[in-house]
């Protein structure tokens, strides 16, 4: 069983990232024990194939310990950068190899959605998590899950469209729309 | 592009982080997010807002050799915190018999040093071999833009061999990079060295397969 980044690792995972910057390895593979887990579930996701998104976390954290110099923490937190780092890393590969071999179906049930995504939130702050969740909310129903169709499987519009079986100037303006009221409400 | 729209400005930064920003657009829209710190600030404010989308999918521990991989492609570790004690130790012993012995010992200089510098004079790296030669130092000095995805790599160019390869180049601050037998060897016989642009976690053959980006003369104490 994976064991979940716990509540409230974000100042925890920006420590030892700060350590990482000094080269200091043993701080290295505490991070990795501590954000691999939730990297992976993100990789498989976008990937959809186990062993693709395994290869891609290496290239992941190899990226974290050459660049942990360069992240800013006053510019946001350390988990938001190392997701980001993951996600582009998947982006990447998923549409230089548009032809991906789909894993078995076990790898899509490891990638459930969390029945505790509140709990699991709090990693990022209590305000921030209760924040999101309340904004996803209040979204509608379709710019949501465009929303989450991109965001967690990588879909781009045409892909969105062709799921949902919706009109591509749709599900565009949808996730605009969503997008823009998602901002309103966070920064509010 | 237009940075003085901030409405669309916003949009394609939202865009690009969610990845429906794609191909050409999003290319052109990474340069720009590579130069302009204006625009990069709005993406990570996007990366921020977001982040917590991932958070709802179930974690899933990697195999274990995703780690032992990870290990070696980062390279050999550095010698040990009691190794370096008992260095550290061996050191004092023998300065302070040099002390005895030899009045004008000092802290011994680098055996050699090369400064690889931008085209246009900037230094952004200074490269020193340690007195022992157990080891080299490298100094990010300059503001070194690091490719993205990809890593940079120092080779010794030893006359009449192929390259070898010394480890992977610090972004920034300073990193030591322990020699073997084969790497001192080379550096050695080597009036150079150089820095080339590889995959991530440097070159998978053994030699460099990217541009050659930088190349600096050893210069020997």
Known sequence: MAHSAGLDSEPEAARLLAACARQDRQAFQRLYELTSPRLLACLIRLLRNRALAEDALQDVFIQVWSRAAQFQRDRGSSWAWLIAIARYRAIDLQRRERRLVPGGPEDFEAVAADEEPHDSLMALGHRAAAALDNCLDALQERQRHCILLSYQDGMTHAEVADRIGEPLGSVKSWIRRGLTALRRCLES | ?221
């Open chain 2, 1 to 221: 592009m237009n940075r003085n729209n901030p409405d669309v400005l916003e949009l394609l930064a939202a865009e690009f982080v969610l990845g429906t920003l794609a191909g050409a657009a999003r290319r052109r829209f990474e340069r720009w997010r590579g130069s302009d710190p204006f625009v990069e600030r709005r993406v990570r404010a996007w990366e921020e807002r977001l982040a917590g989308l991932a958070f709802r999918l179930k974690p899933v521990t990697p195999s274990p050799a995703t780690w032992t991989t990870i290990e070696r492609r980062i390279g050999p570790a550095p010698r040990s915190r009691w190794h370096a004690f008992a260095a550290a130790v061996v050191a004092v012993a023998v300065l302070g018999l040099g002390w005895f012995l030899w009045p004008q010992l000092q802290v011994a200089p680098p055996a050699a040093q090369a400064i690889f510098a931008s085209k246009a004079g900037e230094v952004l790296w200074r490269v020193e071999l340690a007195a022992d030669g157990e080891y080299v130092e490298v100094s990010a000095i300059g503001t070194v833009s690091y490719p993205d995805q990809r890593s940079l790599e120092l080779w010794a160019l030893p006359s009449d061999a192929s390259p070898v390869s010394l480890g992977l180049m610090p972004a920034s601050g300073r990193l030591r990079l322990a020699l073997d037998e084969r790497q001192r060897a080379a550096l050695g016989l080597a009036a150079n060295v150089a820095v080339s642009e590889e995959p991530l976690g440097g070159s998978p053959t053994g030699a460099p397969t990217g541009p050659v980006l930088y190349v600096a003369a050893i210069a020997r104490s």
